[in-house]
């Protein structure tokens, strides 16, 4: 047997002073020909390996250089530098991956994020990127555990869809057809996707919700958690072509149930994460600060990365209609100032993101949830309010990001449904299996879509989306 390792994280927790123990990871540093720090990717606490002078091979001592890997064994003591409690004196050491420390892109100093994108196949080595990468884990349990504790079904939606009805975006196509021109062509000239290997066109999926209802009017309540695509051709700090989405779906659930939901699950997972992961956290909210140093006064934010989160779960977020937000826009100074790129037109308007975050970073100073938007601007299957003009939609917003989640109830009255769905040239024949849940035994539901990526970036107050997924696809990039 190989493994009879202990985690580092664990065994600074346990503090077994005088035990025999055996760790391995990856040498952070080496100073003196005597004081590696360790890692091993548990905590972003390196253990001290203390090797006794003169006690160990001059070739093995030139082998231990930044990022080889090796395994260390000894006894644990109190240490006696600064910095750490616990040394581990070391009675053997061995080399098992040798780093060529010339060659080795990530030097033991602090590098720009931006420099860390170009080299993301290492940037997990980094404390940066090691503690927002335990964060995200942590999120993922937290929603694995929240909806689970509620009985909530986890539904595996498709990745590969057919339907491209739902409008969330502009999406990647799915096909293995040649693509120099030989694909067979049908009578109108265009490609014949029917000889296409499912026998029709299909798309990578930007959504799993018109298949999560389905799921929710059997289970009641279903929620799935897994990768989303859209085409978006623009390069913000907020958009990736590979996402991960939460998407609950509730049967016997209206707009106002949604949101208690939605605002109940997104405190949920941030607390979980402060008390689980309270080092890394700690590790970002100081990180968070310094990078804040380099800026004006003004352009700082007001709270730290755990007070704002502190104070976001222990308040209520401010919810609002489209139609009160509108009216807070016009009379802003901001927009008597002219301030706004976007000018405000008036009720009907499609908001902006400066429109948004003017809401919740300016006015508001919290999470806000908007609802009952106009019709005109949200997808067809949103439930149409009484009013005649608006439907049951709802935005979550929250301070540094905008929107993390988007949701609504549903249109379950089978008339209204499909009359939007002609208003707005959807052919009811490819939807067929999505209306039949209107069909047989229809209930009003409402459900959301959260963007995970959104929700670790406010966890962990990263201010680039590439920053917190594993391996960024953005135009133009997929390179690791
Ligand atoms: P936005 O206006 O920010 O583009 P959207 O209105 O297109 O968002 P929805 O279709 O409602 O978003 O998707 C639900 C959630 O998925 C959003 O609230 C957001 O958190 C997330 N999301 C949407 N598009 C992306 C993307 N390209 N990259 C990362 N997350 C996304
Ligand atoms: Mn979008």
Redesign the pocket.
Known sequence: MFNNRIKIKELLAQEPAGQQVTVMGWVRTFRNNQFIALNDGSTNNNLQVVLELGKFPEELLKRITTSASLRAQGVIEPSLGKGQKLDLKATTIEILGDSDAEKYPLQPKKHSLEFLREKTHLRFRTNTFGAIFRVRHTLAFAVHQFFNQKGFIYLHTPIITASDAEG??EMFRVTTLPMDGTAPKNEEGSVNYKEDFFGRSTNLTV?GQLEGELGATAFGEIYTFGPTF?A?NSNTA???AE?W?IEPEMAFCDLEDNMNLAEEFIKYIIRYAMQHNAEDMQFLDQRLFEEEKQLPPDKRSEMGLLDKLKFVVDNQFERITYTAAIDILRQSNHNKKKKFQYEITGWGMDLQSEHERYLVEKHFKKPVILSNYPAATKAFYMRQNEDGKTVAAMDILVPGI?????GSQREERMDRLTTRMKEMHIPEEELWWYLDTRRFGTVPHAGF???F??MVQFVTGMNN?RDVIAFPRTPGSAEF
Do not use: D, Q, T, V
Not at 402 to 406: C, N
């Open positions: 969330a975006g959504s859209r978006e907020r958009h990736l996402f989405m905008g929107e993390i989640a988007g879509g959260l963007g990526e959104r989306i």
